[in-house]
């Protein structure tokens, strides 16, 4: 037990412990007791220690002078005390002081911080002082100052920043989206606002409209367009009218001031943009177009089913990452509830996109608006009154005959002519498609030929069902940009198409003139790195290579069987040798159907000429896997252990006398020949490594004319807003905008926003590429592969699946059928659509035809 802190009391305090674990051991523990036994104890010691820590409050105290004094005495024994102790410590600090001194380095510290406190008294503190003078001429309130959030929610005013500019007046023509917000479509000049108002509930602006209002409507989501105010008025409002906008658009600057007096206390964004044109098909939008086609998962079934370990990893590790980031958003710090102005951006994204074709259609109809339209002709009156001249009728008997007999016959034969060259492709696609069971692999899967010919046929195959797709585009309002993907996709390959034929009948051109030249070359080739260099290296091998002894019998033996096979396939190569010209040839006359096809049957051709490269690198690696393997197992022999195959681990083993013996020479033997198998096989398994990146440089080729975005990267240098990649807020600065009919007073205090289209980046147009090179580089840069070549286990190359996927990302998962395609291109359209004709004399009728 402890003592008590008034030495007095220490008794006392002992009988109390006594008690309390008497009572609390014997009593409260067993239950039989619930009230403290010690309690008149405890309070006998509690007023015995009350009075003692009194008597020591009162005790005489030394001063505080005196007791400064003894803490510096205190501290200077401790420093006396340490400096003893650590002498030679002492004497290094010293010794450093003074080799300061002596090269001046507390100078030189001393003009470094005089020169930063220069600076701080120069710079640091008048910066310091004009800002908080700032601060305190514009401080920022609770009342008058408005953060960036708040903003969102004021007033905000989307205006056309190619709208009218001029002191006219006009009426501001738009949508009405909240309370608060509005867009502005365009400004129809020197017309009332009553009038406009009539003409939208009427329908007279909508007239002679190409499409349906309600698909604009649709987009847009709103049901009616409305006068949202004026412009320019000629007289002053006398009052403030929310629901009607008044603006002035005669400033300097040529930005809208809206009118609202300053004692509202009202905030105004004004969000300028400029109109994208729906006939060049530019738009904006909030997620990056996609240059691939999306309507399929990445393993289709169009590529081989037996997919290896990697594309499960990469597909767990994307599956992994997604849900990891979704967790993330989860636990976000910083997280707002979205404004409604937010909400509605795609929204206001599609009021964008629609104001340049809307905008057009109310200037075409603005004269109809106060004036009674005369009533006219019928069609059968028009008809009568052009149809004057016999050579009217003529055209007219000519342009009749053209269209109702010439035309459907020729498209009709067309059309059975795509037919029968997709029934003939479907054939084609089928044979290279094939797999003999499940699991095996088809022929477009082992050959780059075959898988050259697969896509080439399925673009063709998916080409008319394309066409079709982007002429429905003619059939709704061009500000609809649900097609303008496919629209680039679908030219992009004509052009991918078209400039690997041009490539390749230059290329098939100058193989078929310089066929027996190129045959000469392929076959010195040939024969000087797969044969010739091949002997000579394994002859380099059969002694003693770079001063390393080897086992000559061994060495003499693996040389003597490589050698062996090489005499006999260069017997084979030789034999083949006048046929080799006319294989140049048909490689010639292949290239006229794209560069892509020489490339393709060079890629096979290197493949079957380096076929006893492959066949050496395996049997290399076998005897090196099975010699590495026994070793591993000998040399778990002598630490008295074994290889447990049922469980897959390492178990203890006694071993007998003669075993180790024989454990012991068979180690050594297959240690001192370890050295010849590894020469070998290092060789063999280089030259491999080789032949394995030279085809997979084709192949990056070969994708490269399958798959490159040419046209998306000519439209990004021509027009950079038909390839959105997503919208941007930037702030303009207008710090002198004043308007010359609008009085300070009545001005609010108003901040632009400029919205701006941002365009397509580069890396996500090269983004496939990318993807491509990261696979290849987790394939052959793994820590997997570089064990597999330390073990001597084999590296099968890249899968056809990983490199073709990028190729097949611009085809649909399914084919469309033969019974498909032909019910598409022959069926009719029920749709009418009204329109306009120009007869003979020059006027136009109104006609419904079927399109």
Known sequence: MSASLAPECNEMKERYDSCFLKWYSEKFLRGNSSTDECEPLFKEYKTCLTKALKEREHAPQLNPSCQALLHFLTLGIFIAGYITARWDLVTRLYELAIFAWDHSVVSRAAKGFAILSVFFFLFIVPVERVAAREASLHPRSSEGGISAREQLRRRGIFWPSDAPRNNRPGSIVGWRNSDLDVFVVTVLEDVEPRNVENALRVGTLFRNCPHPMARIFQLC????????????????????????????????????????????????????????????MQYMSLEPISLILVDQPPSSGRLPQDADAEDTNEGDATSKKSSLIEKLRLHTVLTHSPSPKELSLPLILNQINCSSEIAQLLYKNIHLIGVRQKRSLSVSEMVVESASTVWDYFVMALRHLVTIWVYPIITRIFVVGLICHRVVAEVVLQILEWRPHPGSAALKDVSATAQQVDIRLQQFCYWPIQYLTLRKRKDDWNSVTDSHPDYIRFYNSLWLVANDVIIGIALGSYIIDNASWVALQINRALSGWTVEGLQSMILWLMDWPAGLKLNNELAA???????????????????????????????????????????????????????????????????FDWQLTIIMSLFHLFRGKKHNVLRNRIDSCDYDLDQLLLGTILFTLLFFLLPTVIVFYLTFASARMAIITLKASLDTLLACLNHFPLFALMLRVKDSRRLPGGIRFELRDTPSVSSLSLSPHDSPPTSYIVLKSVPLSLRAMFDQYFQLGQRIRKHYLSPSVIFCLATGQFVPPIHRKNLYSLQYSMLPAQRAGIVEVWTRLTEKSTKTTNGTVKVPNGTHARRVYRA
């Open 221 to 280: 989501g709103r049901s009616s367009m409305h006068v949202l105010g004026t412009v320019n008025p000629t007289t002053r409002p006398s009052a403030f009218d929310p629901h009607r906008l008044v603006a002035y658009t005669d400033s300097p600057s040529h930005l809208p001031q809206v009118f609202c007096p300053n004692e509202l206390r009202i905030t105004v964004q004004v969000i300028m943009f400029n109109r994208p044109s729906p006939w060049r």
């Open 557 to 623: 033996f693996l040389g003597d069987l490589f050698l062996w096979v090489i005499d006999y396939w260069a017997g084979c190569i030789t034999s083949l040798k006048p046929y080799l010209p006319q294989v140049i040839y048909f490689i010639g006359f292949s290239s006229f159907a794209g560069a892509s096809m020489p490339i393709s049957l060079f890629s096979d051709l290197l493949s079957l000429l380096t076929l006893h490269i492959y066949s050496f690198y395996i049997a290399s690696a076998r005897i």
